[in-house]
């Protein structure tokens, strides 16, 4: 089965980058999506299409993807971003999630 | 407003039936695919699969297949998720989600708050 994975964790400071990658078999060739999930809250689409925001979404979250990888990266990150970031692929007939990361800012 | 209102927490034993729900507001229900999400505590998501509400026409994840049954009722624009016997490792939150598709896959672009189903063995 199709499988994506994630680093289980990343720090970053306030105002800094953190950037959060995905990779899965020929990732590149497919569309990304991702996921943010604040502590106790529902998941929200952050990222789709590879590199889309949907509306209300801060400019901050950005997307690529290049061969088997997928990256997120939150600029000029806040406190508020702390949370867990799942990616998502579509393979064959499957939805397919991320392990997750879990975003913590110092 | 657009939303999904799911169902409240539910606490069962292993063997009971479940049928827990998920009512969209604020746009045209019957035309648009749900989805079923799984999180177990402190685990990540799991797709369980997704139904058209118009017609029913449902697709289940080979993970989910023959373990629950999806179902709708574009009426009162409401679709459900359901458990013939439980079993304690079904306690987990379930997400209802509105499923979009660019071509190259589905993905989730509105989020229910989630229903928390709980089950003793």
């Known amino acids: 089965s199709y499988e994506l994975s994630q680093p289980p964790s990343v720090s970053v400071s306030p105002g800094q980058t953190a950037s959060i990658t995905c990779s899965g078999d020929k990732l590149g060739d497919k569309s990304a999506f991702w996921y943010q999930q604040r502590p106790g809250q529902s998941p929200v689409l952050v990222i789709y299409?590879?590199?889309r925001r949907p509306s209300g979404i801060p400019e901050r979250f950005s997307g690529s993807t290049s061969g088997n990888t997928a990256t997120l990266t939150i600029s000029g990150t806040q406190a508020v971003d702390e949370g867990d970031y799942y990616c998502?692929?579509?393979?064959?007939?499957?939805?397919?999630f991320g392990t997750g990361t879990k975003v913590t800012v110092l | 407003e657009v939303q999904l209102v799911q169902s409240g927490a539910e606490v069962k034993k292993s063997g009971e039936s479940l049928k827990i729900s998920c009512k969209g507001t604020g746009y045209d229900f019957a035309n648009y695919w749900i989805g079923w999400v799984r999180q177990m505590p402190g685990r990540g998501l799991e797709w369980m699969g997704i139904i058209y509400p118009g017609d029913s026409d449902t697709r289940y994840s080979p993970s989910f297949q023959g373990q629950v049954t999806m179902s709708a009722d574009e009426s009162i624009s409401t679709a459900y998720l359901q458990w013939s016997s439980l079993r304690a490792s079904d306690t987990a939150m379930y997400y209802c989600v509105s499923a979009s598709n660019n071509g190259e896959g589905w993905y989730f672009d509105l989020w229910g708050r989630g229903t928390l189903v709980s089950v003793s063995s």
């Open positions: 998502q692929a579509w393979d064959s007939t499957t939805v397919v």
């Open positions: 299409q590879n590199s």
